[in-house]
Structures are given as C-alpha cells and as structure tokens.
C-alpha cells in the first residue's frame, strides 16, 4: 500500500496487544450505519501511472515559459535562483511542523526571525510577523486590525487597488458589519469617522503616485494609514515606514515564489511599534536558552488563538511559512543592491516597451500622465480581449485585458515586464502588436 | 555574543562546526550594494529619474545584504540540522496528523505545467489545472458527503471563518437576522472561537462530560433561535468519536441551526465515515492533515470547505464549471459570500492532495485503519506509564497526562522536552487546556510498529530516569543545539527583528 509500513503481521500483533479482535472493533463508537459508505472513488495508481496522470493534465496546461507573457496584475514572472528551490527542497524545512518546541526548531525560527527583519528593512517599519496567507488577506487583516485599534468602522480604500485585495476586504469587512468605501482621493476622503487609508504602491495599473499626503491626512484624522506594497518596489522607492504610513502589507511572491496558479503565495505585513500587539499572526523573538546562548522561540503568543480564543487578534493559525523561507533565501542570496537591480532592469524593459507600442497607430497609455514602475495600461484599437487573442495566436500573452476587472476600460491591457521579459520577446510582441493593430487587423 | 560556543576549536570539549551559534545573515555579510550578476537589460537604458519623473526613490539601500551563495548555502545547511522534521523521526503532535509527505508530490507540484501557470491566463491555456481542481472537488465530495467544495481557503482557519460566513449568508437569505451566536465544546480548538469571532458571532461554550464527548443535554439547553451554528470537531480534541452525533444533528436543526465539522481529525475517519451522512451542513478539511500536503514548518496549508446542497449558492467566487469536455472558473454567483483570498487557492498544495487521493484511490479507508491502530496501540503501550484522560476508546489520537503517574512531580512539560533528546518529537502539550497536564500523542498510519515501540520504550525510558534523577528530566533538553529556551525572557523583552549593533 502506497505509504503505509505495516504488513499483517505487525497489524495483528498490534491488535493482540491492544487486545482487540479486528480493526472493526476500534471503530465500534460510530454508529454501524455510518461506518463503510459506499464511494466511488478510482482504483488506486501505482507511482508511475499516477506521475504519466498528472503529467498528462500538466501538459494540458501552457505555462508561461512556452510563451511570451506580459501578464502581470499583481502576479510576477520573476527570475527564482537555483539556491531558493534547493532551500525549500530540504525535507528539514518543508516537513518541518510550526516550531511549537523551540530546541528543535531552532532551523525554522532563526530563518523567521530573519524575514521579519528583512520585511522591516525591505518596508521601513519597526515588527512584521512571520507571513500571512497572500497579500490580498493581508490587507483585509491590516483592515481589521485598523477597525480594532481604533474602534471605527469605515475602511477608505483607493480605487485603484488590486481588485482582489478590494474585494478580499470587501468579504472580511461584511462579516464584521464595517463599511468599505473606495475613491481616487484616500487623502481628501479620510476624515475622524474612519478607521483607515488603504493606498497601494504601486497601484493596480503600475502607476506611482505620491503616498505621503494619504499617511498625513490618515494620521490627522486619527486613522491608521495602509500600504499596500510590492516588495520589490520597496527595494527602489522610498518605503511605506519612511513616508509615515502605519502599516505595510503585501505579497512576496515576487521574492523567489514561482506564480503556480495564483497559490500559495506570502502576505506579508509589518507595523509600527504601537501596533505590535495587535498584529495577527506568529511572532518569532530572540532570546536565550538556560546556558545563555542566543536562541529563538515563538513569542507574544497572548495575541494568537490557542490561547485567546475568540479574544485572539486574528484567527489565523498555519500561515506560510515555507513561502516565507523562500523569500528569505531569495533576499539574502540579492540583498538590497540585487533586488534594485531586478527593479530597475524591469523599469527599463516596460517603458521600452511602452515607448515602442505607443509608437504604433492607435495604441496610447491609459494613464499618460502618471508615472509607473513596470507595469502600464495602454489602449488598443477596439476590444481588448480581441486584440489579446490575436496576440494569444502568435504565442504571445499580450497582458490581461482590464475590462474583466473595470467594463469601463474594455479597450485596455495591463501590460507587464520583469527581468525575465527578454528584449527578443519584447521584440515579438511589437512586431506582432503592429500587424494587429492596423485597423484591418483588428476589424474593429 | 558573548558566552557562546565558538564552533571549532576552544579551550574545552570540540564543538561541532554546525552546534555552535549560527551567525544571522546579518552577520555574514554587510554588501548591500553587490550581489548576483543581473542581466543586462537588453534595451536602451534611460536614467530612471527621468522614467520616473517626481517619484521618491530610495537614498540608502534596504538593511539586507547580498550573502554569497557559498556562504549562504552553508548558513542554510546548519539551520536545516536545527529542525526535527519527518525525514529524521516521529512527529507525533496530537490533532497536528503529521504524516508523511510523499515524495512524488514534491515532484508533480513542481511541474512548470502547473508551477509556471498564471491566474490570469485564459482558460484555454490552463485546462488541465482547471480539470485537477475540478476533480479534487468531485473527490473530496466523495469522501466528506458534501454537494459542493470550494478549495480556496488557504487553511483550516481560513476555512472556518469561510465556512462560518457561508453559514451566515445562509441565514441572511432566509430572513434569519437573529442568528448571532455559535455553540462550541470546551475542548475545541482555539481557532473555532477565534473564526466565529472574526466573522462578528458571538461565543457560547458548550460542557463536555466526563468521558469527554460533548455533553448533549447542556447543549441542547442552548439551543435556540439565536444560534446560528453548532461547530464540532469529530473524533474530537481528546480523540473520542461523538458517539450522539446524531442526536446531536437532529436537536440542532430542529432548532433552525446548522452544524459545522472542523476537518482537523478525518484522519481518523478518512474513506470510513462521512461528516455529510453524520448531518453536518458545512465541512472544512485540512489538506496538510489528512491528505499528506507538507506543514512547511508552519504552512503553507489549504483547508478547502464543503457544503451541502442548502448552501452551494454561497460559496466564495469564483467557483470551477464543466461543460462538456471544457473547465471554466464561474464568478457570476450573486449569492456568493465573495472572494476569501487572490485567485483561486492554494493550487500548489491542491496538485499534491490530489495526487494523494489518487494513489490510495478507493483504498482510502486503509489509511483511517491503520492511523486508529497505531494510535490505539501507542495508547496500549503508553497507558501503562500514564494515566488517561478521558476512560472512553480513542481513535486516531489520545490524550494522556503526568498528573498521576508514577513521578508525582513529573510534568507534561519535561516529558516533552526530554523526548527531545532522543531525537524524536513531543507530542502536543497542555491541550486540550480541559486536561491538565496534557500530553496528546498522533502517531498517524504512517509510522511503523518499530517506531511507535521505539517511542513507547523512551517514554518508559523518561519515566524511569525521572524517578532517579527528576532534575536531570526537568532541565531536559541537553542535546539539542540549544537548551530549553526562556520562553518568558521573549515575551517580556520582544527582540522581534535583528537591528545593526550601535
């Protein structure tokens, strides 16, 4: 049997020893009429067959490296080093349980304690937890935790938030009756009856506004400031604690996580001292053991569930810890100067490419007046989604077509580039984009 | 740091490269300008202020320094030597089922047919990722009874809360408003509570008797129209079958509510019994419990939640549709409670459970069988150094505790730490908090006769010791890299981040 090592034998001298008769006796406390439904389940595979299975339906699939993809969204192609999928392959770390027994989990906390401090370094701010599930969940806990602290129940939020997050918070605020409230103006619209100030960096389009007034406006309406921010973009801008907002939250994906259908990913969140004891989620300190050698350990756990219940910040119990080590080998193996170099060679990449298809007829930005990263919205001729599949045709991804998210923007892509988008790809989408393009092309 | 061991060579005992003090990486390096060789960006390049007109860019770097992967690979091997993990010994947390994680599921993830896959491809790019969730759903409907499963919470947690907020559109619907509570047994998890307090329900704790099954007449006491839902946990916390269940079922919906399974322990009932047929409305599993997914030292999980047919309208967007030979995610669900998380869950651990199913197939129930004889045997052996906590027949899973044994002093604390010693895990300790110096043992169907012997013959072992020498149990543990740590010194004086020395 597939992973079970006991054999008859051992099975009945268990039984004798817990003298039992048969197996069926242990389960005399359910009801007969429940025990052995009949399930139609397939035949059980041998490991081959079941790896020819699943290799058949991956191969159903197109993944993005048989593909030019411009997709981004909130989802980055970017490059992972070898050194991050050897780390998360060590049965060590990946069978590991949540390091509840600290002398024998010094591996897994240290490597926490780690990332906490690089979430801090990376976002300007002074704890950040040990991970959340992504980074749209984590902006709905930065939400709360905002509701909780300052006992109000409005959430205003930028519009152009990534709309999964918008409507994760959206789902975390119904249940506790708080009103969420969306605008392109945070900063004028936080007022004394709001708990926060949503505001991402950058937004959904890619654009870069400056966040400074929205922590401002949020800190003298007495509301706590949220920034939603990608970790790769901290390593370039002025990060969220330097600009004075309260909280950071985000996802790591882009540190070493590959993008495997939207999951698992890494939220992250990291705040201001005041805020300590109102995060959710596991903490890790450093301390010492009884010979007085540095060591680390859960901590704070007066905040969590297993011991506050329903009185605990969060309900959150396994996070993402594994996502999380990840990140961390990724941060270390670039460091600060490695992470700005993949920022900046994908600033590059993106605005070449928005150059070159802005040049061609009838496609423009959709927001020729706000700087971005890289990522960026332009108009196509016609329906978006029409010209996407043109592009699909040639084996190009051209970027995901805004109306699925905004029917006002039906005629937009979000177009992407990272450090993984080669010029020669580039290349492709122009050369095809300008065929496509061309009225006749489209037939729009 | 002073008063550590230098590994190598020092005036006393060696000591070995890897047990001394592992320097932060922090400490291993300060490069915050280096780092990999990037690509070249392969464009023309343009200064970024002029890209990024009035954008604040960063003046100093971030405090995290590019470690070379020489330096780094080694840093990452001796941590790994710090972790117990199961490729190394027995794991036995209760209602934690630590069991193997099969090896080929680390492999079939890690396909770029599933790993390389963005959410927002077309649908016609990721048929076949469509078509695996899809039959994950069909099969984990199979085994709990449910009409319909969304997979994307991203743990048990998750699910709960989830689940709690489909219960309460439910409600909602039928004009139901005064539904504001949810009943829970004393010795359930902390994060039932702690869910049904994240979706703004109030908490009413229900008595359990004294051979630790919920105690039904104390239930059906606080029974009335402002319960929205009663949430069990079957085997329960103490690894005991609610034997009344069905009683249960019936007392409940007759007084309007519904009642929610906490999937935490199928593993005692896995291809055996059905939470469906049992009559619970809403069921939430954990796939790195009962179908093998890794806890990655602490997730990521997935705790997909089912639901029967009274509820399907409510389940998170977007939902997995076949028609024909042809998969399509459906977000047009008016009734839906919304989205939970990004996308569509974690896809990653779905792959893995998937492929789990399928290798025991409709053989299932022999995992059930054989994680209820391992963990009866255990007991069998254990029980005569420990008493019981409850006399009732336990399945997958069993509490003991120290009050009583043989060493009056002897706590759950210093078991657990000596356990350590011999390289293999404790098991979950002081819950379910009802028990008093709980020591809550899961072996899971995956351990060997030999290792639940091997681990029956260290605890008698521990015992032994303590009643010659109690001190030298108490201060346990003496072998691992670190000693027991001051758990008390973290809290009082949080050190939550390094920062450089000043």
Same mark, same amino acid.
């Given at each position: 049997m597939a992973?079970?090592?006991?054999?008859?034998?051992?099975?009945?001298?268990?039984?004798?020893?817990?003298?039992?008769?048969?197996?069926?006796?242990?389960?005399?406390?359910?009801?007969?009429?429940?025990?052995?439904?009949?399930?139609?389940?397939?035949?059980?595979?041998?490991?081959?067959?079941?790896?020819?299975?699943?290799?058949?339906?991956?191969?159903?699939?197109?993944?993005?490296?048989?593909?030019?993809?411009?997709?981004?969204?909130?989802?980055?192609?970017?490059?992972?080093?070898?050194?991050?999928?050897?780390?998360?392959a060590r049965p060590e770390f990946y069978t590991a349980y949540t390091p509840y027994q600290a002398e024998a989990s010094q591996g897994t906390l240290q490597t926490i304690f780690e990332f906490q401090s690089m979430i801090c370094g990376l976002t300007g701010l002074e704890v950040a937890n040990a991970s959340l599930y992504d980074g749209a969940s984590a902006a709905a806990e930065a939400a709360m935790m905002a509701v909780a602290q300052t006992g109000r129940r409005r959430v205003v939020a930028a519009a152009d938030l990534n709309p999964e997050t918008l409507s994760v918070i959206r789902t975390y605020a119904r249940g506790r009756k708080v009103e969420v409230v969306t605008t392109d103006g945070v900063g004028d619209a936080v007022g004394p009856e709001d708990a926060c100030a949503v505001v991402a960096q950058p937004g959904f389009l890619g654009t870069v506004d400056d966040p400074l007034p929205v922590a401002e406006a949020a800190r003298a309406a007495g509301a706590v400031s949220i920034c939603c921010a990608d970790p790769i973009a901290c390593a370039l801008l002025v990060p969220p604690g330097e600009l004075g907002f309260d909280i950071a939250v985000g996802d790591g994906q882009p540190l070493g996580i590959p993008p495997s259908f939207g999951g698992p990913h890494l939220g992250f969140m990291a705040v201001r001292q005041e805020l300590m004891r109102r995060m959710p989620g596991r903490l890790v300190g450093q301390t010492h053991d009884h010979h007085g050698r540095r060591a680390y350990a859960l901590t704070l756990q007066a905040r969590e569930q297993h011991i506050r219940r329903e009185k605990a910040t969060s309900n959150i119990c396994t996070n993402h810890a594994l996502t999380a080590l990840a990140a961390t080998v990724y941060m270390a193996r670039m460091g600060a100067g490695g992470m700005r170099r993949v920022a900046e060679v994908s600033v590059q990449r993106a605005h070449h490419l928005a150059k070159r298809l802005t040049g061609l007829e009838g496609i423009g930005l959709a927001e020729p007046d706000r700087p971005y990263l890289w990522e960026f919205a332009i108009r196509v001729p016609g329906d978006a989604e029409v010209f996407a599949a043109a592009l699909r045709r040639e084996g190009?991804?051209?970027?995901?077509?805004?109306?699925?998210?905004?029917?006002?923007?039906?005629?937009?892509?979000?177009?992407?580039?990272?450090?993984?988008?080669?010029?020669?790809?580039?290349?492709?989408?122009?050369?095809?984009?300008?065929?496509?393009?061309?009225?006749?092309?489209v037939g729009a | 740091?002073?008063?550590?061991?230098?590994?190598?060579?020092?005036?006393?005992? &060696?000591?070995?490269?890897? +047990?001394?003090? /592992? !320097?932060?990486?922090?400490?291993?390096?300060?490069? *915050?300008?280096?780092?990999?060789?990037?690509?070249?960006?392969?464009?023309?390049?343009?200064?970024?202020?002029?890209?990024?007109?009035?954008?604040?860019?960063?003046?100093? &770097?971030?405090?995290?320094? +590019?470690?070379? /992967? !020489?330096?780094?690979?080694?840093?990452?091997?001796? *941590?790994?030597r710090r972790n117990h993990n199961l490729h190394q010994g027995i794991y036995p947390l209760g209602s934690c089922t630590m069991k193997y994680n099969p090896a080929v599921n680390e492999q079939l993830a890690g396909l770029s047919g599933f790993a390389d896959l963005h959410p927002d491809q077309d649908a016609d790019d990721v048929q076949g990722a469509l078509q695996l969730m899809w039959e994950l759903e069909r099969l984990l409907c199979e085994i709990t009874g449910m009409a319909r499963i969304s997979l994307q919470p991203a743990a048990g947690a998750h699910g709960e809360w989830t689940g709690l907020r489909m219960i309460q559109a439910y409600h909602a619907a039928r004009g139901d408003t005064a539904r504001t509570r949810v009943l829970i047994p004393d010795s359930a998890h902390g994060t039932n509570p702690a869910s049904a307090a994240l979706a703004g329900l109030e908490v009413v704790t229900v008595r359990s008797n004294s051979d630790g099954t919920v105690d039904v007449a104390d239930l059906g006491g606080r029974l009335d129209s402002s319960v929205a839902a009663v949430m069990m946990t079957n085997p329960n916390t103490l690894g005991v079958f609610e034997k009344d269940i069905l009683e249960i079922a019936r007392i409940a919906h007759e007084a309007g509510s519904l009642l929610y399974y906490d999937g935490a322990n199928l593993n005692a009932l896995v291809g055996l019994a059905r939470p469906g047929d049992m009559g619970f409305d809403v069921v939430h599993l954990n796939l790195h419990k009962t179908f093998s997914t890794p806890h990655g030292g602490g997730g990521p999980g997935s705790g997909p939640v089912g639901v029967a047919p009274a509820l399907v309208d409510f389940l998170p967007v977007p939902t997995v549709e076949r028609t024909g030979d042809r998969f399509l995610l459906d977000h047009d669900r008016p009734r839906s409670i919304g989205k939970v998380r990004a996308h569509y869950g974690n896809f990653g651990m779905l792959v893995r459970a998937y492929a789990y199913i399928r290798s025991y197939g409709s053989t299932i129930s022999q995992?059930?069988?054989?994680?209820?004889?391992?963990?009866?045997?255990?007991?069998?052996?254990?029980?005569?150094?420990?008493?019981?906590?409850?006399?009732?027949?336990?399945?997958?899973?069993?509490?003991?505790?120290?009050?009583?044994?043989?060493?009056?002093?002897?706590?759950?604390?210093?078991?657990?730490?000596?356990?350590?010693?011999?390289?293999?895990?404790?098991?979950?300790?002081?819950?379910?908090?009802?028990?008093?110096?709980?020591?809550?043992f899961e072996p899971t169907e995956t351990e060997s006769k030999r290792s639940l012997d091997l681990l029956a013959d260290i605890c008698a072992a521990i015992v032994a010791e303590a009643e010659r020498d109690l001190e030298h149990v108490r201060s346990a543990p003496h072998l691992t890299p670190v000693s027991r740590v001051d758990e008390v010194e973290a809290a009082r004086r949080p050190v939550l981040r390094w920062r450089p020395e000043a």
């Amino acid at each position: 049997m597939a992973y079970l090592p006991n054999g008859a034998a051992e099975r009945q001298q268990m039984l004798d020893a817990i003298g039992a008769a048969s197996v069926e006796d242990l389960f005399a406390s359910v009801p007969a009429r429940l025990r052995h439904p009949r399930l139609n389940l397939p035949p059980p595979l041998a490991e081959q067959d079941l790896v020819a299975e699943l290799e058949r339906l991956a191969a159903r699939n197109h993944p993005l490296g048989e593909l030019d993809s411009f997709l981004g969204a909130g989802v980055y192609r970017r490059y992972v080093p070898a050194i991050v999928r050897a780390a998360v392959a060590r049965p060590e770390f990946y069978t590991a349980y949540t390091p509840y027994q600290a002398e024998a989990s010094q591996g897994t906390l240290q490597t926490i304690f780690e990332f906490q401090s690089m979430i801090c370094g990376l976002t300007g701010l002074e704890v950040a937890n040990a991970s959340l599930y992504d980074g749209a969940s984590a902006a709905a806990e930065a939400a709360m935790m905002a509701v909780a602290q300052t006992g109000r129940r409005r959430v205003v939020a930028a519009a152009d938030l990534n709309p999964e997050t918008l409507s994760v918070i959206r789902t975390y605020a119904r249940g506790r009756k708080v009103e969420v409230v969306t605008t392109d103006g945070v900063g004028d619209a936080v007022g004394p009856e709001d708990a926060c100030a949503v505001v991402a960096q950058p937004g959904f389009l890619g654009t870069v506004d400056d966040p400074l007034p929205v922590a401002e406006a949020a800190r003298a309406a007495g509301a706590v400031s949220i920034c939603c921010a990608d970790p790769i973009a901290c390593a370039l801008l002025v990060p969220p604690g330097e600009l004075g907002f309260d909280i950071a939250v985000g996802d790591g994906q882009p540190l070493g996580i590959p993008p495997s259908f939207g999951g698992p990913h890494l939220g992250f969140m990291a705040v201001r001292q005041e805020l300590m004891r109102r995060m959710p989620g596991r903490l890790v300190g450093q301390t010492h053991d009884h010979h007085g050698r540095r060591a680390y350990a859960l901590t704070l756990q007066a905040r969590e569930q297993h011991i506050r219940r329903e009185k605990a910040t969060s309900n959150i119990c396994t996070n993402h810890a594994l996502t999380a080590l990840a990140a961390t080998v990724y941060m270390a193996r670039m460091g600060a100067g490695g992470m700005r170099r993949v920022a900046e060679v994908s600033v590059q990449r993106a605005h070449h490419l928005a150059k070159r298809l802005t040049g061609l007829e009838g496609i423009g930005l959709a927001e020729p007046d706000r700087p971005y990263l890289w990522e960026f919205a332009i108009r196509v001729p016609g329906d978006a989604e029409v010209f996407a599949a043109a592009l699909r045709r040639e084996g190009i991804v051209a970027g995901l077509p805004l109306g699925r998210v905004d029917p006002r923007r039906g005629d937009q892509l979000l177009v992407c580039c990272t450090e993984t988008t080669s010029a020669a790809s580039i290349d492709r989408y122009v050369a095809a984009a300008a065929r496509i393009a061309e009225p006749a092309g489209v037939g729009a | 740091m002073s008063g550590m061991p230098e590994p190598g060579v020092g005036a006393g005992e &060696p000591v070995a490269e890897w +047990a001394g003090d /592992e !320097p932060l990486v922090f400490e291993l390096s300060v490069d *915050l300008w280096g780092g990999p060789r990037e690509v070249e960006p392969g464009v023309p390049v343009e200064p970024l202020e002029r890209l990024l007109p009035g954008v604040g860019l960063r003046t100093t &770097p971030a405090p995290i320094p +590019a470690v070379p /992967e !020489p330096v780094l690979a080694r840093h990452l091997g001796r *941590l790994a030597r710090r972790n117990h993990n199961l490729h190394q010994g027995i794991y036995p947390l209760g209602s934690c089922t630590m069991k193997y994680n099969p090896a080929v599921n680390e492999q079939l993830a890690g396909l770029s047919g599933f790993a390389d896959l963005h959410p927002d491809q077309d649908a016609d790019d990721v048929q076949g990722a469509l078509q695996l969730m899809w039959e994950l759903e069909r099969l984990l409907c199979e085994i709990t009874g449910m009409a319909r499963i969304s997979l994307q919470p991203a743990a048990g947690a998750h699910g709960e809360w989830t689940g709690l907020r489909m219960i309460q559109a439910y409600h909602a619907a039928r004009g139901d408003t005064a539904r504001t509570r949810v009943l829970i047994p004393d010795s359930a998890h902390g994060t039932n509570p702690a869910s049904a307090a994240l979706a703004g329900l109030e908490v009413v704790t229900v008595r359990s008797n004294s051979d630790g099954t919920v105690d039904v007449a104390d239930l059906g006491g606080r029974l009335d129209s402002s319960v929205a839902a009663v949430m069990m946990t079957n085997p329960n916390t103490l690894g005991v079958f609610e034997k009344d269940i069905l009683e249960i079922a019936r007392i409940a919906h007759e007084a309007g509510s519904l009642l929610y399974y906490d999937g935490a322990n199928l593993n005692a009932l896995v291809g055996l019994a059905r939470p469906g047929d049992m009559g619970f409305d809403v069921v939430h599993l954990n796939l790195h419990k009962t179908f093998s997914t890794p806890h990655g030292g602490g997730g990521p999980g997935s705790g997909p939640v089912g639901v029967a047919p009274a509820l399907v309208d409510f389940l998170p967007v977007p939902t997995v549709e076949r028609t024909g030979d042809r998969f399509l995610l459906d977000h047009d669900r008016p009734r839906s409670i919304g989205k939970v998380r990004a996308h569509y869950g974690n896809f990653g651990m779905l792959v893995r459970a998937y492929a789990y199913i399928r290798s025991y197939g409709s053989t299932i129930s022999q995992v059930a069988q054989d994680a209820v004889l391992n963990a009866r045997y255990l007991q069998a052996r254990l029980a005569l150094l420990f008493p019981m906590a409850v006399p009732s027949d336990s399945m997958h899973e069993f509490v003991a505790t120290t009050r009583g044994c043989r060493v009056s002093e002897l706590r759950a604390i210093d078991v657990a730490k000596r356990l350590l010693d011999y390289g293999v895990y404790a098991p979950t300790a002081y819950f379910p908090t009802t028990v008093p110096e709980a020591l809550m043992f899961e072996p899971t169907e995956t351990e060997s006769k030999r290792s639940l012997d091997l681990l029956a013959d260290i605890c008698a072992a521990i015992v032994a010791e303590a009643e010659r020498d109690l001190e030298h149990v108490r201060s346990a543990p003496h072998l691992t890299p670190v000693s027991r740590v001051d758990e008390v010194e973290a809290a009082r004086r949080p050190v939550l981040r390094w920062r450089p020395e000043a």
